[in-house]
């Protein structure tokens, strides 16, 4: 059925056999502000399209039209999400997931705003995210909220970034919050006001028994693998161990026991946003059997739907640890 309530608005909607074979197409509301067909959205599978269930497929497409628009969008996002949420049921959920939070400048440049803007809706977007990983049972999740890298950033940007990411971490390391505030980085790089707050968070929060939250601060993977091994060598010299002693035993575990994350377990699954498909050296030691799951959606808008589809294709993957 077609229905034209107006110039502005045109509504497609094939009506399927049952509610739950409701496959809300991920074009409406693209956040890249065009309605793309199917096979343009690298997030939606042939699960996206259609049912499991028998019957037609319910299709809908929305275009123009201010308010109406959004109601449907809603709607049917809402009806997708909840069928997304029942799918997963009794399925493999990840231990650990690690997530590089990427996109929020491009965000800001396609509102036509500041990069600071983008920044701070990305810092608000974290607090969803703790929620949706608590209620799908995640163990630890790891956000990489500054790279070493990105301490190279021009001062008028770095600075305003950073207070951002300490009002962040104060945030999440309030009182009535459960979560356990670890820090992940060389914080000896990062001004000594931040790396002071976040040795304050970790020490607020080390008591509670919530998910753990690991901040990744001034975090390169290449310098945290460098870290660890001067770590274990400076504990081997202060225990009048030689160099070729060292040499003769060392394995992956002893480097292993001197990473920021020693002794959590590693991540099951690494999500990126913002369509960049790397890893750009995040966890390069832990993420060695990580499954990896790349969103086009800007960081500071990926939705509850966003994270349920990660942790679909992370149900459906066949976990072989290279045997």
Request: net charge negative; charged share 25%.
């Amino acid at each position: 059925m077609i229905s034209r309530p107006s110039p502005e608005v045109i509504v497609v909607i094939v009506i399927a056999s049952a509610p739950e074979a409701i496959a809300v197409h991920p074009a409406l509301g693209t956040r890249r502000g065009s309605v793309l067909p199917p096979h343009h959205d690298r997030n939606s599978d042939s699960a996206d399209r259609a049912s499991a269930c028998p019957g037609p497929i319910l299709w809908a497409g929305i275009h123009g039209g201010g308010g109406a628009d959004v109601g449907l969008r809603d709607l049917l996002y809402g009806l997708y999400e909840q069928r997304l949420a029942r799918s997963l049921a009794g399925a493999p959920v990840p231990r650990h997931v690690g997530v590089i939070l990427d996109g929020n400048r491009r965000w800001a440049r396609a509102v036509g705003s500041d990069p600071s803007s983008g920044h701070r809706r990305g810092a608000d977007k974290i607090e969803e995210l703790l929620g949706w990983c608590e209620d799908s049972k995640v163990e630890v999740v790891t956000l990489w909220l500054l790279s070493t890298d990105n301490l190279s950033r021009p001062v008028d940007e770095l600075e305003p970034l950073l207070s951002i990411i300490e009002a962040t971490v104060v945030d999440l390391a309030r009182a009535e919050r459960p979560w356990r505030i670890h820090p992940v980085g060389s914080l000896d790089l990062l001004p000594d006001r931040t790396a002071r707050m976040l040795k304050e968070a970790a020490d607020d929060t080390a008591d509670k028994t919530g998910l753990i939250v690991n901040v990744a601060i001034g975090y390169g993977g290449r310098r945290e693998i460098a870290d660890a091994v001067r770590s274990l060598l400076a504990k081997h010299a202060r225990d009048g161990v030689n160099i070729d002693e060292v040499a003769a035993f060392i394995d992956v575990e002893h480097i292993a026991e001197h990473l920021y994350t020693r002794g959590q377990p590693d991540p099951d699954l690494v999500i990126r946003t913002s369509g960049e498909q790397r890893l750009s050296g995040f966890l390069l030691w832990q993420s060695a059997h990580s499954e990896f799951y790349f969103c086009d959606a800007y960081w500071p808008d990926f939705r509850r739907v966003d994270f349920l589809r990660a942790l679909r294709d992370y149900a459906n993957r066949h976990r072989r640890y290279g045997a």
